[in-house]
């Protein structure tokens, strides 16, 4: 008996470059999973198109003409049910990709990643994980995490503040880059149970992602310095 084929994620690539566009819809639709519905050259047309074709995940590029991708990204994250939302760039130091994922960019790759990986990524963000191993994600929050001081500290510890003891162990356990299962094993919670409580941290904090979560703990400067 053969296993029933995997779902089908829908794409929207949006870089201003047409010749990027070209290269990643022909890699991409080699996957017999991924489907491209459309391409956009800026970030006013990748929101349109979004709204046309409903996507299930969006390639951003960062910087486009007539509106950013950052832009873009945001739009596009404040919507119910909006795409998830992959940042591409050409450097792994950009302050614009920390940005994106301030406004619920589910992570970001760089532009030369090996086609396997760019599959692999739009595969996992389609299933609400993060595209960000644990590495990436403390060094691009490091950047950040003191960056307005005193008063971007007080108002993450505040939102802190409103979650159950366990949430908050929960949510300093991802802001330290470890998986559900890591987090079960050093907490002694089933799977299920890790689960439940990242998606009240989510729902509580009205937070996109676990990197927006990983963010805040990050922010709130209560992890010990690597």
Do not use: C, W
């Not at 995490?145 to 908050?168: H, I, N, P, T, V």
């Amino acid at each position: 008996m053969t296993s029933p084929p995997p779902p089908q994620v829908t794409l929207l690539i949006a870089d201003d470059d047409p010749l990027v566009r070209a290269g990643l819809a022909m890699m991409l639709n080699g996957a017999p999973d991924l489907r491209i519905v459309a391409q956009a050259g800026d970030g006013r047309e990748a929101i349109a198109l979004a709204d046309l074709h409903g996507p299930d995940v969006v390639l951003m590029d960062i910087r486009m003409p007539v509106m950013d991708g950052l832009a873009a990204t945001k739009a596009l994250r404040s919507r119910p049910g909006g795409p998830e939302v992959i940042v591409m760039t050409t450097f792994d130091a950009d302050d614009h990709v920390v940005r994106a994922l301030r406004a619920g960019a589910a992570g970001y790759l760089l532009k030369d990643t090996p086609p396997a990986e760019i599959v692999a990524a739009v595969r996992q963000v389609a299933l609400g994980n993060p595209v960000l191993s644990p590495a990436v994600t403390r060094r691009l929050i490091a950047r950040v995490a003191g960056a307005d001081g005193d008063e971007r500290r007080a108002r993450a510890r505040e939102r802190l503040s409103r979650l159950a003891d366990r949430e908050r162990e929960v949510a300093l356990a991802v802001g330290r880059g470890m998986s559900n299962a890591e987090i079960g094993v050093l907490l002694h919670l089933t799977l299920a149970t890790v689960k439940t409580h990242v998606s009240s941290v989510l729902t509580k904090l009205d937070l996109n992602n676990r990197v927006q979560i990983a963010l805040l703990v990050h922010d709130a400067s209560l992890l010990d310095p690597p």
